[in-house]
């Protein structure tokens, strides 16, 4: 049986271990993030940990989220002290293995505003910093990114570019910067819908001369 | 950061700030009575350049601000804007009505969220400055047309009479621009992106002010269209534009070839005005380019930018893991998006001088000839 301050004490790391170990920049979607995470629980109750520990995340913000930075995970486990007995059902083995750790060290979020054939530039607002403007623009090698996302690069993309260092299980350190696309979701027909319902009420009740 | 003094209440000023992701300029009517156009952020504070600059008065905004103009939607026209709108709950706002048409809505509610939730952008603001005028049914928003008078202000105390006339959008410019939204739409299935950008900008408000004796012709982003019925051909031509010829201009598009028309600078304002513009940086891009530069000095010599420093490396401090890292993965360095914001203020002499002129700049500020002593011709 796990008490809730061993859960807590796991969990944080584990969650951001689980988030970076073993998965690609791909693996953004919550469903093969807390599929790792019940991989790494060892437990097939992959529908009680989903529950579970994204509770903690507001249904507002995480619709709009393709993916979770581990900082965000970790800071509302953190504070969600609570809910810690909440997180887990009872009965649930967390896995002692040691597990590949990434601390990231500095983040920005940037969209491409132009592409050339060897290169793109992109602004970026420093995340770390918790800037609102994007103060700074750089250029990037388009050869550096994943052959999917350079297939996929557009104007408007938008990526996380991330550097930290990982520990391997065996303490090994190294440094790294990942430029991580963004598995932005896709437009659906009832989200479009509901905003072109939205756009004829605002225009309804503006009052325009 | 602005180190000027309310004006005399028989001044006229016209005072531009940018670059701040866009530009802004303010009209002094006189009596401390004011028009907006436009915002930008003041790096420095974060806050829009306006509101800045009112505090720096000891002017509070809500009761000075007569009218609020939007005269271009898009990112680098509006940023802080909504904030402005806040700020002057009984001020009317001014835009192309395309902005409160429902394709034009529904357009900016699908690429609301898109980045972080507390990252600026145009589409935010101009979101979040629909939605304080739906709250505010009884000041009603203003549609920007060709040739429409949007404020008329009768001579009172000190205060100039003042009228400001919309010049633009025409009606063809209003229909390419909701063409041109439905073209955006988003299509099911596939991958959400950033708001494209819109060229030419269509709904760009180019605005004619008459304060007293005293006219300014402010270009926006309006481009020339070389067609009769669109851009500054359809304005010049036009039989129920305002008479006369204005002594300040706020050159169009940051000084770019596509604002220019020659019959504007002949027909429309008078020999060697005041020329003001702000540079635009995107990418690789710098507006105006050599070229420009010598094109509108050649037209007059009275000619200012609002800053005349390059983007400059990224000052931003980092530890020497993050910086190393930094070097290995980008093409060059890190540079600011923006130079520092910086200003052009003229002051006329009141009643007495209507049309004697006094200018100040920002520290960064200069005359149009030196905007590209650092750059060393770049960008010809």
């Given at each position: 049986m796990i008490d809730g301050n061993t859960v807590l004490s796991h969990s944080e790391e584990t969650l951001s271990l689980s988030w970076q170990s073993g998965m690609t920049e791909k693996q953004s979607s919550k469903f093969e993030l807390y599929e790792e995470i019940a991989k790494d629980f060892s437990c097939s109750k992959e529908e009680e940990i989903h529950n579970n520990i994204f509770h903690t995340v507001s249904d507002e913000n995480y619709d709009d989220m393709s993916y979770f930075v581990p900082g965000e995970i970790c800071d509302n486990l953190a504070h969600a002290d609570s809910k810690v007995t909440d997180l887990f059902p009872k009965g649930i083995r967390i896995s002692q293995e040691p597990h590949p750790s990434f601390s990231v060290l500095q983040e920005w979020e940037g969209y491409v505003i132009s592409i050339s054939d060897t290169t793109f530039t992109a602004r970026l607002t420093d995340i770390t910093k918790s800037h609102e403007?994007?103060?700074?623009?750089?250029?990037?090698?388009?050869?550096?990114?994943?052959?999917?996302?350079?297939?996929?690069?557009?104007?408007?993309?938008?990526?996380?570019?991330?550097?930290?260092?990982?520990?391997?299980?065996?303490?090994?350190?190294?440094?790294?910067?990942?430029?991580?696309?963004?598995?932005?979701?896709?437009?659906?027909?009832?989200?479009?819908?509901?905003?072109?319902h939205d756009a004829i009420e605002m225009a309804k009740q503006l009052n325009v001369e | 950061m602005m180190n000027l003094s309310q004006p005399d209440p028989d001044q006229i000023e016209f005072i531009l700030f940018g670059p701040g992701y866009g530009e802004c300029a303010m009209i002094h009517l006189g009596e401390n009575q004011w028009i907006i156009v436009d915002s930008c952020l003041n790096k420095k504070t974060g806050k829009p350049a306006a509101l800045d600059y009112f505090q720096s008065i000891g002017t509070p905004p809500e009761e000075a601000v007569k009218l609020i103009v939007i005269?271009?939607?898009?990112?680098?026209?509006?940023?802080?804007?909504?904030?402005?709108?806040?700020?002057?709950?009984?001020t009317s706002i001014c835009c192309s009505s395309a902005l409160t048409k429902e394709d034009f809505i529904a357009h900016i509610l699908h690429y609301k969220n898109i980045m972080?939730?507390?990252?600026?952008?145009?589409?935010?603001?101009?979101?979040?400055?629909?939605?304080?005028?739906?709250?505010?049914p009884q000041i009603p928003i203003k549609r920007a047309i060709a040739n429409r008078l949007v404020l008329d202000l009768p001579l009172q105390?000190?205060?100039?009479?003042?009228?400001?006339?919309?010049?633009?959008?025409?009606?063809k410019e209003f229909d390419n621009f909701l063409k041109e939204i439905g073209s955006l739409v988003p299509v099911k299935g596939r991958k959400k992106t950033r708001a494209p950008s819109l060229e030419p900008n269509d709904t760009s408000v180019a605005i004619w002010i008459e304060v007293g004796d005293v006219k300014l012709l402010l270009g926006s982003d309006l481009e020339e269209k070389n067609s009769p019925l669109s851009g500054w051909c359809a304005i010049v031509k036009s039989?129920?534009?305002?008479?006369?010829?204005?002594?300040?201009?706020?050159?169009?598009?940051?000084?770019?070839?596509?604002?220019?028309?020659?019959?504007?600078?002949?027909?429309?304002?008078?020999?060697?005005?005041?020329?003001?513009?702000?540079p635009f940086r995107n990418a690789g891009t710098i507006l105006p380019m050599t070229h420009d530069v010598s094109r509108i000095l050649g037209l007059t010599s009275n000619s200012y930018i609002t800053t005349r420093h390059p983007a400059p490396r990224s000052n931003v401090h980092r530890s020497p893991s993050v910086e190393r890292s930094i070097k290995e993965t980008v093409v060059g360095k890190i540079r600011a998006t923006l130079p520092p914001m910086g200003w052009v203020s003229l002051r006329n002499g009141g009643r007495a001088n209507p049309n004697s002129w006094n200018i100040q700049l920002s520290d960064s500020g200069s005359h149009l000839k030196n905007f590209y002593d650092k750059f060393g011709g770049h960008n010809t």
């Open positions: 403007i994007e103060h700074e623009e750089a250029d990037f090698l388009l050869d550096d990114l994943e052959d999917s996302d350079r297939r996929a690069i557009s104007l408007g993309t938008i990526f996380r570019w991330i550097i930290g260092y990982r520990r391997s299980p065996g303490g090994t350190k190294d440094r790294l910067s990942r430029i991580v696309f963004r598995n932005v979701p896709i437009w659906k027909e009832k989200e479009l819908n509901k905003n072109k | 005269s271009h939607w898009h990112d680098d026209h509006i940023r802080g804007l909504s904030d402005i709108v806040l700020s002057c709950p009984k972080l939730k507390n990252a600026s952008s145009g589409v935010k603001e101009i979101t979040k400055i629909l939605e304080i005028s739906k709250d505010r105390g000190t205060a100039h009479s003042c009228k400001v006339t919309t010049l633009s959008p025409s009606d039989k129920e534009r305002p008479e006369g010829k204005a002594s300040v201009f706020k050159i169009p598009h940051h000084g770019s070839l596509t604002g220019h028309n020659d019959n504007v600078w002949s027909d429309m304002v008078i020999q060697s005005p005041f020329a003001i513009l702000s």
